[in-house]
């Protein structure tokens, strides 16, 4: 017998898990749109798949998975692999004042997608490189080499102080 | 090193504007999942179209181009040219089998025979990949390539395997398009190209062979190579930065947020046919998929997939629109599905391979019953 919940007890946890889980959605798209779209077939699937969610209190994570589970469907479309090349980073001419540096989210924003996807998956759902390569739908090696690519340029747009030397490699 | 970058990243995070949780369109959404899933495919209608961003680059008159004396002719499609895999079991649409050292990872239709990738992990990277010729009689074939990272392409109608190298120690600028005959292991044809890529995670950019022409997608322009010329020059139809494809000369095209609005001529950008992008998440199909022959198109849904990566279509049925003449056809999906090259589909259920046609959606028992392991099926792509 499959549970489905009530309107009541699903809005409720909705009203709850939106806000982590469309974080989550923005960092790895990097577009609202996008993102409210990925957050919401992940509660919407959540939904139709509650029998599965035994505990309450497991709901946030089952529907954590289910996003993952629906970005790896979307990463692994040939539309997504088609990714857009990153803008070139200017050239430095001297030292950055490090006022002037953009703010982490706004530097992830000048990564291409897959790269930024990478730093996400790593350093904000904690993923390992392998579980990292299962949800883009590449190897770890390419998970390392866009890692290291990734790093060297937030490491130029942020600094020393966010990134030091030594930062680049796993 | 970079527990600083990830407290950055996770307090940042909290100052990202979130909209209102749509919470009654959640609700009606896994409702009209459920319906979904009990009654099969819904309709599909016309609508939107895609602008197409075209770019110039400086074309090339064939100078470089290194071509084997007897390049081949372009080949009727063979109707038993397809095949299908199960662990390292190859089984062929003529009734013959073949057994590979190793899973196949990745099937691909020539008119020589059927090439397949072989290796343990899905990976084109992975060090014990290896591509062989599986002929008609089901004899193997070792192609001797290590080709490593890269993404080749093939045309059913010819015998050659294309795909491109860095030419020499040039960094990302300079390549080699090749075309690998199958038949004897050598270069047929070497067209040299340049241009930046730096947008894929592949050691050179990812190709898509149809007929004469190579798509080569590279940053700043999808470049068209006329192997049997060796004129370079734009795609202007097709996006830069992107997985080159062209199916018979169509090629299905996006909108910005990646879902498919039309079918389209490679040549002229003209529409062949308009897709409904669908009005939200999960809305839609996924991807469109184009027969080998170019007559046909899937819509193919969305799918999900478990940590075993074991997916299932969330429909079970899904549209097969015939490009010239403007109908569809519902067809049940089954587990799996892929193209001959002729353009039937190839649909596997459990054990069993069916083939199915796009215009009556009638599918009948091919008789294969496939093996344990992992299926792959013809007429798809298995690169990433």
């Known amino acids: 017998m499959i549970r489905r919940p009530g309107d009541a007890q699903f809005t409720a946890f909705v009203q709850d898990a939106w806000r982590p889980l469309y974080r989550s959605a923005y960092l790895l798209l990097g577009e609202h749109g996008a993102a409210e779209d990925l957050a919401q077939a992940a509660l919407t699937k959540t939904y139709a798949a509650w029998g599965r969610v035994r505990e309450p209190d497991a709901a946030y994570g089952y529907a954590r998975t289910v996003l993952l589970n629906e970005a790896r469907s979307l990463f692994r479309r040939t539309s997504w692999r088609r990714e857009l090349p990153s803008d070139d980073l200017p050239e430095q001419t001297h030292e950055p004042d490090p006022s002037d540096r953009p703010a982490v989210l706004d530097a992830l924003r000048l990564l291409p997608p897959r790269q930024r996807a990478v730093i996400v998956l790593r350093f904000y759902e904690d993923l390992d490189v392998e579980r990292t390569a299962d949800t883009l739908g590449c190897s770890p090696g390419t998970v390392k080499s866009q890692t290291s690519a990734a790093l060297s340029k937030l490491r130029r747009l942020l600094g020393d102080a966010v990134l030091p030397e030594g930062a680049l490699h796993d | ?384």
């Open chain 2, 1 to 384: 090193m970079t527990e600083r970058l990830s407290a950055l990243l996770h307090d940042e995070a909290l100052d990202v504007p979130v909209p209102a949780a749509p919470a009654e369109a959640i609700i009606a959404g896994g409702r009209r999942t459920r319906v979904r899933r009990r009654l099969g495919a819904g309709a599909v209608s016309a609508a939107a179209a895609a602008a197409v961003a075209a770019v110039c680059l400086m074309p090339s008159d064939g100078s470089g181009l290194r071509l084997a004396p007897d390049p081949a002719a372009a080949s009727p499609l063979d109707p038993a040219g397809w095949a299908v895999s199960a662990g390292s079991t190859l089984y062929l649409g003529n009734g013959a089998t073949a057994q590979l050292p190793d899973k196949v990872k990745s099937i691909y239709y020539t008119s020589a025979g059927t090439v397949v990738r072989t290796g343990t992990v899905a990976y084109t990277d992975a060090p014990d990949s290896a591509y062989a010729l599986v002929g008609d009689d089901g004899r193997v074939h070792s192609l001797g390539l290590a080709l490593g990272d890269r993404a080749p392409s093939t045309d059913p109608r010819l015998p050659y395997l294309a795909y491109a190298q860095r030419r020499g120690n040039t960094g990302h600028d300079a390549w080699d398009v090749v075309l690998r005959d199958v038949r004897s292991g050598d270069v047929a044809v070497s067209v040299p190209v340049d241009g930046s890529f730096t947008w894929g995670g592949w050691n050179a950019p990812p190709v898509a062979l149809d007929g004469d022409h190579v798509y080569v997608g590279l940053d700043d322009a999808t470049l068209d190579v006329d192997w049997r010329t060796g004129a370079v020059s734009t795609a202007s139809h097709l996006p830069a930065a992107r997985f080159p494809e062209s199916t018979s000369g169509r090629v299905a095209l996006e909108n910005r947020s990646g879902q498919p609005v039309r079918v389209a001529e490679v040549s002229t950008g003209a529409s062949v046919a308009e897709l409904s992008p669908g009005g939200g998440p999960g809305e839609g199909p996924a991807a469109v998929s184009i027969s080998p022959d170019g007559r046909f198109a899937l819509l193919v849904p969305w799918r999900t997939c478990d940590d075993d990566n074991a997916c299932v279509y969330d429909q079970p049925a899904s549209e097969v629109l015939q490009l010239d003449g403007g109908r569809s056809a519902t067809v049940d999906l089954g587990d799996q599905v892929g193209w001959t090259p002729d353009g039937r589909l190839i649909r596997v259920t459990g054990q069993g391979v069916d083939l199915c046609s796009p215009v009556t959606a009638v599918c009948d028992p091919t008789g294969i019953r496939l093996g344990e392991g992992p299926v792959k099926v013809g007429g798809n792509s298995y690169e990433s």
